[in-house]
């Protein structure tokens, strides 16, 4: 069974930072990109970052660009996402997602497998 589970979520000041953390359990790791997304209530689900588990390609949207920063562990099947000098509208619930590596795609239209989230909150 594949599993994907966030971690890391918290309540912080503004400008503060967290790290958070997707394990992923039940499909080859190396094979997979994995992508982090933010839900803000109300709000459509958006695309912040992702990497490709087998070459380290990165992708960040331009309003996390310089401050949210991705990396990998593949010993550990878990993917990290740190972020610095949070703002209010940062305040999201983030979920990582995993696709199976396709040549030529990057990053992927669309995920196979979803965690259940991590809510963040950030304070002024």
């Known amino acids: 069974e594949v599993q994907l589970v966030e971690s890391g979520g918290d309540l912080v000041q503004a400008g503060g930072s967290l790290r958070l953390s997707c394990a992923g359990s039940?499909?080859?790791?190396?094979?997979?990109?994995i992508g982090w997304f933010l839900q803000a209530p109300g709000m459509e689900r958006e695309e912040v970052s992702c990497i490709s588990n087998s070459d380290v390609s990165t992708y960040y949207a331009d309003s996390v660009k310089g401050r949210f920063t991705i990396s990998s562990d593949n010993a550990k099947n878990t993917v990290y996402l740190q972020m610095n000098s949070l703002t209010p509208e940062d305040t999201a619930v983030y979920y990582c997602?995993?696709?199976?590596?396709?040549?030529?795609?990057?990053?992927?239209?669309?995920?196979?497998?979803w965690g259940q989230g991590t809510q963040v909150t950030v304070s002024s």
């Open positions: 997602a995993a696709d199976y590596i396709r040549i030529g795609v990057f990053p992927p239209y669309e995920y196979d497998y």
């Open positions: 039940g499909f080859t790791f190396d094979d997979y990109a």
